[in-house]
């Protein structure tokens, strides 16, 4: 099988590493900055000079990319967007994270190309993409579900198929929701804390073992400790997530009070210099704000 991997960041890579693993494919990779490519070519990947060019002999196309706008440019952009040389019948699977109602319009505009379509964001970062232990949510016909399954084992511990295709992005809406949340009154919480006369450690070493505390706090918590936020998932991504879950909550008409403030939060972390950082370090804009 031809497979071609298109968006190789933080998640994208280590993906289409896993990929490698799998018997029987030929893996074609393309990042717009160049670089990216070179550590997978050297593990046996083939590097394309073009979206259009990684995609001419794919029967599937992995897309790992940060957001709806640069999904709209590298798929059907005018300028060299690859749905166009995809062959008939190809099928595409969007892992990265966008709004529903923007996925369902891929899903239409692929299949008016004869193209097919599958939503697939993850839940999971770095190191669950290093190891092989995401969790895809799918969107999209049981059929291609079945084609892809074996890819996506290799680079999932989990497939769920929530629906048809926007039931996956739809899904991992709720998903950032809860983690941006979690993550912020995980902070707060714990900024009390020290305030009241507990230590640092003590706090980072106790709280997230409690079970009123999400199991994902636990390696933030590490984090928080060694203080260098190394990006997992940078906070830029987050609030970028905020907004498409504002933008999704408009579109249905749930307010969403306490996701809003969040947003709000997340936003100012941003201005302050930590997009780049991990959505942890909005503990240390918290603390320190700045």
């Not at 249905?252 to 809003?260: E, T």
Request: aromatic residues 8%.
């Amino acid at each position: 099988m031809n497979v071609s991997f298109i968006g190789l960041g933080i998640m994208g890579s280590r993906m289409a590493n896993n990929l490698l693993k799998c018997d029987d494919i030929t893996l074609t990779v393309f990042n717009r900055s160049p670089e990216a490519m070179a550590p997978l070519e050297k593990a046996g990947a083939r590097a394309a000079d073009s979206a259009r060019h990684a995609v001419a002999d794919a029967e599937v196309v992995f897309t790992m990319l940060s957001a709806p706008e640069v999904v709209e440019k590298v798929a059907f952009g005018d300028d060299g967007g690859f749905i166009d040389a995809m062959k008939e019948n190809a099928l595409w699977v969007n892992c990265s994270t966008v709004n529903p109602s923007y996925t369902r319009e891929c899903d239409e505009r692929s299949r008016a190309r004869k193209i097919r379509f599958l939503d697939a964001p993850v839940a999971g970062t770095k190191m669950p993409a290093e190891t092989g232990e995401l969790t895809f949510l799918l969107g999209g016909e049981s059929a291609d579900v079945d084609q892809v399954r074996p890819l996506l084992d290799a680079m999932g511990q989990k497939v769920l198929h929530v629906g048809p295709a926007g039931q996956g992005s739809a899904f991992k809406m709720l998903v950032n929701a809860l983690l941006a949340q979690s993550m912020l009154v995980y902070s707060e919480t714990a900024l009390l804390g020290e305030k009241l006369g507990f230590s640092r450690d003590f706090l980072m070493d106790t709280l997230p073992n409690l079970p009123v505390t999400a199991p994902f706090l636990k390696g933030k918590a590490e984090l928080i400790k060694e203080g260098g936020y190394e990006a997992q998932f940078p906070l830029e991504l987050m609030l970028k997530d905020l907004h498409l879950l504002d933008v999704t909550a408009y579109e249905h008409k749930q307010p969403l009070f306490l996701a809003s403030l969040a947003k709000s939060v997340y936003g100012q972390a941003n201005s302050a210099g930590h997009g780049r950082d991990d959505f942890a370090s909005v503990f240390k804009y918290l603390d320190k704000g700045s």
